[in-house]
């Protein structure tokens, strides 16, 4: 009698149990995800934002917090602006005698010179002394001379910059060489950030630094993530206010697991006697590029979007374009130069409109 009662009360305990186990189970599987906007928060000279979607609440801000991590440590790592970066100790070094780099310096040095090799140097992260000079140039209000211009470029050029794959060390052939990672470095840490968010759990997310934006995953409402494209001839322009540059969505873009990248002339450039000079230089005028007034490229990676983006707005709606065409997965919407400001796209980017 005592015997079948425990008997009975063991029934029940481990029914509760496997019952309690199975609810928690579903209910776990039927969660519906949450997504947190990060918000804005500055980092690499720019406003960077992240949006997450994950099961947990606590989930996501740790998914949040990761990503802004990741942002910071590239910029540490590959700002020329910081004296104690390691991309400035290779600025400061590298002709002197070839200097060891990490593994993730070596990558993004390799990558860059591809870069260069498939956009026949129109990308060029050798360009660091002729940035400086314009920046001079529109501090002092004087396009600098010919013969300044002419020397500048004796400093640069991809094929002068030296990588040894076994001892992983970055070597300048010429004096005065001067890296610059302003057109990729942002893009490589947007894909850092969603590496470490989903690392941490997220399902999806967004992760934005100024131009450069990677999206993972589906929004918690499962519909598509929406980036807008800005409209350049509005952002010239005064609006209603009086305010230049004031934000003018010009193409709403969709964009799901993918990685999308706009440069353009109309945010960063420098003004000499009223005449505007972009702050991406065309390595074979020593000139700021001039042919696009914006270029947006879709690309697998961010890297990849950023890179190409400086690329092509080098290169122009021509020659971009064919270069864009020529790569498996690559799209892009450029804007020609004003006053005509044309729409150029490439085969498969109306997918981005729909
Ligand atoms: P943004 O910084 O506005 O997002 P980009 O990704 O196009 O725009 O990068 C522009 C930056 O890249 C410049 O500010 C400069 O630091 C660097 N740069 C300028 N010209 C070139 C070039 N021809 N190739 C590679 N990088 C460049
Ligand atoms: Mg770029």
């Not at 910081?82 to 993730?104: C, G, H, M, Q, Y």
């Not at 660091?128 to 314009?134: A, E, F, H, I, T």
Request: net charge neutral.
């Amino acid at each position: 009698m005592e015997n079948s009662s425990r008997r009975i009360a063991v029934k029940i305990v481990v029914t509760t149990v496997l019952l309690a186990g199975v609810y928690f189970f579903v209910a776990e599987k039927i969660r519906r995800p949450i997504e947190i906007d990060g918000g804005y928060r500055e980092v690499m000279g720019t406003l960077a934002r992240i949006v997450v979607v994950a099961k947990h609440d606590w989930e996501g801000k740790r998914c949040i917090e990761a990503g802004f991590e990741q942002l910071k440590r590239i910029d540490a790592m590959m700002s020329d602006y910081k004296d104690d970066s390691e991309l400035s100790r290779v600025n400061r070094e590298a002709f002197t005698n070839p200097v060891k780099i990490s593994p993730e310096l070596f990558e993004i040095l390799q990558k860059s010179v591809e870069f260069s090799r498939l956009s026949n140097g129109a990308f060029d992260i050798t360009v660091g002394p002729l940035v400086d000079l314009w920046h001079k140039a529109g501090e002092a209000n004087v396009v600098p001379d010919k013969s300044i211009l002419t020397a500048t470029k004796a400093s640069i050029g991809f094929e002068k910059l030296i990588l040894d794959m076994n001892e992983r060390t970055v070597r300048f052939a010429v004096e005065g060489m001067r890296l610059d990672l302003g057109g990729i470095a942002k893009g490589y840490a947007v894909d850092k950030a969603v590496e470490a968010m989903r690392r941490e759990g997220a399902i999806g997310g967004m992760v934005c630094a100024s131009g450069d934006i990677r999206c993972f995953g589906k929004p918690a409402d499962k519909g598509t993530w929406r980036v807008g494209l800005q409209n350049p001839v509005a952002a010239n322009s005064p609006d209603s206010n009086g305010t230049i540059g004031a934000e003018q969505v010009l193409m709403v873009l969709k964009v799901n697991d993918m990685a999308v990248a706009t440069s353009g002339d109309y945010r960063r450039f420098v003004t000499i006697g009223g005449k505007r000079y972009s702050h991406i230089i065309d390595t074979n005028t020593a000139t700021g590029a001039n042919k696009l007034s914006s270029d947006t490229i879709f690309a697998a990676t961010a890297l990849d979007a950023d890179a190409l983006s400086t690329a092509v707005n080098v290169m122009g709606a021509e020659k971009g374009l064919a270069l864009v065409e020529s790569l498996d997965g690559v799209d892009a919407i450029l804007i020609t130069a004003g006053p005509e400001y044309q729409v150029v796209k490439s085969g498969g980017a109306d997918m981005y409109l729909r």
